[in-house]
């Protein structure tokens, strides 16, 4: 028979050691953590801005581009005033396939901080940010090479997927093995 006391008694751990440790030695790191700090390694590179170039006129400013080679076509630019700069508004992003802006073409006008380009062919781009006040200057510049993936590996990708997905559904079709040898008996021998 159990007491009224020991009913209302709290609930202690019976392993030595007990609290956050759960029976493990001090300073021991749990296994579960190894995984996710595996992955906060690999992923904190991508964190970064992987181009950024600083104002040639040293106003502070810089712009960024995530990635600086893309396979796709599709990347992100970023700006932002920095330490040394003032945040004057409304900016100006302008592309160009040259890098003396011959043929500049009229990206970006607002005052967001980023913004996503998409469906760029193959080659080099190059941007330059600019304040959108008449007769201002070039605060920075970065470049972006797309290289898409070659049309053969694309094309061995899906051939590799359709083979996965061919042999699974002939694996769902014919079902299971069927079992050789009688209940009891090793080999189909009795």
Request: charged letters at 20%; proline letters at 7%.
């Amino acid at each position: 028979m159990t007491s009224a006391s020991e009913i209302d008694a709290p609930v202690t751990s019976r392993k030595q050691g007990g609290g956050s440790h759960e029976g493990r030695p001090p300073g021991r790191i749990r296994p579960s953590v190894i995984p996710t700090a595996a992955w906060l390694v690999l992923l904190c590179p991508l964190a970064a801005p992987l181009a950024a170039q600083e104002a040639p006129d040293g106003s502070g400013w810089t712009l960024t581009a995530q990635p600086t080679t893309s396979s796709d076509g599709v990347y992100q630019l970023a700006w932002n005033a920095g330490a040394g700069g003032a945040d004057t508004g409304a900016m100006r992003v302008e592309e160009a396939r040259d890098a003396d802006f011959s043929e500049p073409r009229l990206l970006y006008r607002g005052e967001d901080h980023a913004t996503i380009v998409t469906g760029r062919a193959d080659g080099d781009y190059h941007y330059r940010l600019r304040a959108d006040a008449a007769g201002s200057g070039v605060v920075a510049r970065v470049t972006v090479s797309v290289r898409h993936h070659p049309l053969a590996r694309a094309l061995s990708f899906f051939a590799a997927g359709l083979f996965v997905f061919l042999a699974t559904v002939w694996l769902v079709v014919r079902g299971p093995e069927p079992v050789s040898g009688a209940a009891g008996t090793e080999g189909g021998r009795s």
